[in-house]
């Protein structure tokens, strides 16, 4: 897979770049976030607001998502990763 596969997926489909670093839990705890925090923001905006204002809550944590996705890549990529199992050199 490329390097910028997830981070491009993430961007289109909010959520696919983590399933795409086999990490679907983290994918859907992120949407979760989006939809809880864009609802927030509408709730608590005036209706004057524009709709990307109504719903920056969700906005945010979708391009924070997308920042990590390209992250954890990167990571992968420079062989920075280190597994949560590994054992201590």
Do not use: D
Not at 36 to 56: D, K, V
Not at 64 to 70: P, Q, T
């Amino acid at each position: 897979m490329r390097a910028w596969g997830p981070v491009i997926a993430a961007f289109i489909v909010p959520g696919s770049g983590y399933v795409l670093l086999s990490r679907p839990m983290r994918g859907l705890l992120m949407i979760f976030w989006m939809c809880i925090f864009g609802y927030i923001t509408f709730r608590l905006t005036s209706a004057n607001i524009s709709m990307i204002g109504r719903y920056s809550g969700g906005l945010a944590v979708w391009v924070i998502s997308v920042l990590e996705v390209y992250h954890i890549t990167r990571r992968n990529r420079t062989g920075q990763f280190r597994s949560r199992h590994a054992t201590p050199k």
